[in-house]
């Protein structure tokens, strides 16, 4: 079973820029989740999606922070614009249902210069 | 906003030796306690999990403890080897969702 995917793996950008994440989740999960790990803490739920819909974004800065997942497989992370305390590991996971076993995919780490 | 917090933040331990990472909660809307091994590069993996009604599981070398009155849970990891090197975090599940909440994480050193 192939795990989640996560691209870019790293990127570098300047404050006030805009970027983008993209996450494939395992075949078949329907719950994914985004993560957000700031260097030295543990990962701190963004938003949680049930197939393409939202089911917790309650921790999601909206003011730059949004996510979607269209068609219920694959999402994307935006921030726009990025602020130096946005630089971390993005986390994708996916669990087959709800409450089941977070699958983690390996991250993006942002860096915000 | 409900919170985990673990200690302790790093640990040395030599290799055969014993290396025990505590956990504490705050308040009883947890009903899942998982622990993550990370690796740099890597996104956390699950390594044993606990639900509030068991008070003790093991898996292999790996053990955790449960103490419900006291919020407290612990990893215990037995005969601890240089593999073992890596960031560990418990987390907790909320009663009424999925979301975990993590704690700080231990950067566990195995010295050969």
């Known amino acids: 079973e192939a795990g989640v995917a996560q691209s870019p793996r790293y990127k570098i950008i300047e404050k006030r820029q805009s970027v983008a994440f993209w996450c494939n989740p395992i075949s078949g999960h329907a719950t994914l989740y985004w993560y957000q790990q700031i260097l030295g803490q543990g990962p701190k739920l963004l938003i949680q999606f049930q197939n393409n819909g939202v089911v917790d974004d309650s921790q999601l800065p909206k003011d730059r922070f949004s996510a979607e997942r269209l068609k219920g497989v694959d999402s994307t992370l935006k921030i726009q614009p990025a602020k130096l305390e946005d630089s971390a590991v993005y986390l994708c996971?996916?669990?087959?249902?709800?409450?089941?076993?977070?699958?983690f995919g390996p991250g993006t780490r942002l860096t915000v210069l | 906003q409900q919170q985990v917090k673990q200690s302790p933040q790093s640990l040395i331990v030599q290799k055969g030796g014993i290396s025990i990472i505590n956990c504490a909660y705050e308040n009883t809307a947890f009903d899942y306690f998982p622990w993550y091994q990370q690796f740099p590069g890597k996104g956390p993996a699950l390594l044993i999990a606990i639900r509030p009604d068991v008070s003790e599981k093991k898996e292999g070398r790996f053990t955790i403890s449960f103490n419900k009155s006291a919020k407290q849970f612990s990893l215990h990891i037995m005969d601890s080897q240089p593999g073992d090197s890596a960031t560990y975090f418990c987390a907790a599940r909320e009663t009424s969702g999925s979301r975990l909440t993590f704690g700080e994480g231990t950067q566990l050193t195995v010295n050969p």
């Open positions: 996971a996916s669990s087959l249902v709800p409450r089941a076993q977070h699958n």
